[in-house]
């Protein structure tokens, strides 16, 4: 039960923070949200790591939170750009998608879920892909303009998900303090490339440091659920993050949730109930 509200915490960290993220990448650069909010949330890491007072383990297994640190930039640069010009309530349901990798390699390398656990699953991963076509006024059914970006965000964000949870088992918070380092240090190279101003107006700086705490605790959250649960469980709950991303789009943006939207965030709803009872 520990693993599966540290997975929800996490969940509704990554639905704020994607939301904020796909906002502010709406009026300034992806790189400049992605390096200011990476920065904050490594202080905040370097912070907890610092309260908890322990030196770093030697085992070479943590090493993959730098693979996961990769995939972390690759995932949001794909994400945030498909927030910013799709719509928030298609393109972050799609990214969710990418659940499938952690789910089966949890089941491949001994999980076992229950039958309720098994169909509370489903239910959390159908509710989450529902809503990836919308409709467009006499076009019928359409691809949002950033689904593209979002399914490749997906893959990016299993392979995180894998890699995190194997770094995880040698200790959650250095892993995602190293995560979160390398994620830094690979922004860097992007950032020499596309040279954009790191400069923001004050009116947006609440916003990007809360996204960048945000962010960060939902990746200590996360680690910590994986060494408490199956990776299976944990994913899928850590992956519902868009449901969250949806509200907040259809109540403070007033972007239009249609039918099936609606059925898939209260599938995914019904799949965390049927997950936790499981």
């Known amino acids: 039960m520990v693993a599966v509200s540290l997975a929800l915490i996490a969940c509704f960290a990554w639905g704020i923070a994607d939301f904020l993220g796909g906002l502010k990448s709406r009026v300034l650069p992806v790189i400049t949200v992605l390096m200011l909010s990476g920065i ?5 890491v370097i912070a907890v790591v610092g309260i908890r007072g322990t ?6 297994v943590l090493l993959l939170a730098v693979a996961a640190g990769a995939s972390g930039v690759v995932a949001m640069l794909l994400l945030y750009k498909g927030l910013a010009v799709g719509s928030m309530t298609v393109v972050a349901p799609i990214s969710a998608t990418g659940v499938m990798l952690p789910v089966l390699m949890g089941l491949a390398t001994g999980d076992a879920p229950s039958k309720l656990q098994s169909l509370g699953m489903v239910a959390a991963i159908t509710g989450a892909v529902l809503s990836s076509r ?3 006024k006499g076009k019928g059914k359409r691809i949002d303009s950033g689904a593209g970006l979002a399914m490749g965000a997906a893959v990016a964000i299993g392979l995180f998900f894998i ?3 194997r770094a995880s088992d040698v200790d959650p918070l250095w892993a995602a303090l190293l995560m979160r380092s390398s994620y830094c240090i690979f922004l860097l190279p992007v950032i020499l490339v596309v040279r954009p ?3 923001v107006g004050l009116s947006h700086l609440p916003g990007i440091v809360t996204l960048g705490i945000f962010d ?3 990746g200590v959250m996360w680690a910590m659920a994986t060494t408490m649960g ?3 469980l944990v994913s899928v709950l850590g992956s ?3 449901a969250v991303t949806v509200v907040l789009a259809t109540v403070i943006l007033g972007e239009k949730t249609e039918g099936g939207q609606f059925i898939g965030v209260i599938l995914a709803i019904s799949g965390v109930a049927l997950i936790s009872a499981g």
């Open 40 to 44: 904050i949330g490594l202080g905040f």
């Open 55 to 60: 030196t770093p383990p030697s085992n070479p």
């Open 134 to 136: 919308k409709k467009d």
């Open 163 to 165: 890699v995190m949870d």
């Open 197 to 199: 101003s790191l400069k």
């Open 216 to 218: 960060a605790l939902a």
């Open 230 to 232: 199956m990776l299976s």
């Open 240 to 242: 519902l993050y868009p």
